[in-house]
């Protein structure tokens, strides 16, 4: 039973282009994160909403667009992609509800190479 | 702003050995601390956390973490290291009225048999 996922796993574009993200989660938790994870392995926040309602919005150029169109999904839409947006994005989810300790769970990753 | 350094870019160790992973914190007021493990082309899991409570911390696959207040201390330990626990490992802190979690920037551990 797959947790959190994430799809697709490798996503290899033009500059330029316009492309989509999507996760969802079965683990009933009531907020979704988004992470990108650079070619150093620095891992940074980029999004994350709780109960549909964005709740951290990181200094992101306004090509990333998250939407989540209800508790179990929030995929990620970006916009004329650059070659600094390669890297690994990944999903996440948590409960927040049951408190501010509770770990997030990860995705395995999207891959994106912008060519 | 919170932030979390993890000193050592890479952690070597023979199998068999004890090993730790270093990690400070910055936080205002009492932080949350986790560790997290990736695996090569994998996600992050969860190994362990502090939110309160006893200093020392168990966790998944015979892991343990120490909370150091005084040092805003969150090292990894494991009395014995397996091959298998040769990874990518996150240290991260979350503000306790925050909602954002900040990771560090990870430690390599490599563990030769």
């Known amino acids: 039973d797959t947790a959190v996922s994430q799809t697709p796993k490798y996503l290899v574009t033009q500059m330029g282009n316009d492309k989509s993200i999507k996760c969802e989660q079965n683990l009933g938790h009531d907020t979704m994160y988004w992470y990108k994870q650079d070619s150093k392995k620095f891992l940074k926040i980029m999004f994350s909403?709780?109960?549909?309602?964005?709740?951290i919005n990181e200094t992101v150029p306004n090509r990333f667009s998250p939407k989540s169109p209800d508790k179990a999904h929030l995929n990620l839409h970006i916009n004329s992609l650059e070659l600094g947006d390669s890297a690994v994005y990944f999903c996440?989810?948590?409960?927040?509800?049951?408190?501010?300790?509770?770990?997030?769970?990860f995705g395995p990753g999207t891959r994106l190479t912008v060519l | 702003a919170q932030s979390v350094a993890q000193p050592e870019d890479q952690v070597n160790v023979a199998e068999g050995n004890p090993l730790t992973v270093k990690c400070t914190y910055s936080?205002?007021?009492?932080?949350?601390l986790f560790w997290y493990v990736q695996y090569p082309n994998r996600g992050l899991q969860f190994l362990l956390k502090y939110i309160t409570g006893d200093n020392l911390v168990k966790g998944s696959y015979g892991f343990e973490a120490e909370f150091n207040k005084s040092q805003t201390s969150f090292h990894l330990k494991k009395p014995s290291a397996l091959v298998s626990d040769s990874a990518l490992y996150f240290c991260?802190?979350?503000?306790?009225?925050?909602?954002?979690?900040?990771f560090g920037a990870g430690t390599i551990l490599r563990v030769k048999s």
């Open positions: 936080v205002s007021g009492n932080p949350y």
């Open positions: 996440a989810s948590s409960s927040l509800s049951g408190g501010l300790g509770d770990e997030q769970f």
């Open positions: 991260a802190v979350r503000a306790i009225y925050g909602n954002k979690l900040v």
């Open positions: 909403y709780n109960n549909k309602e964005l709740i």
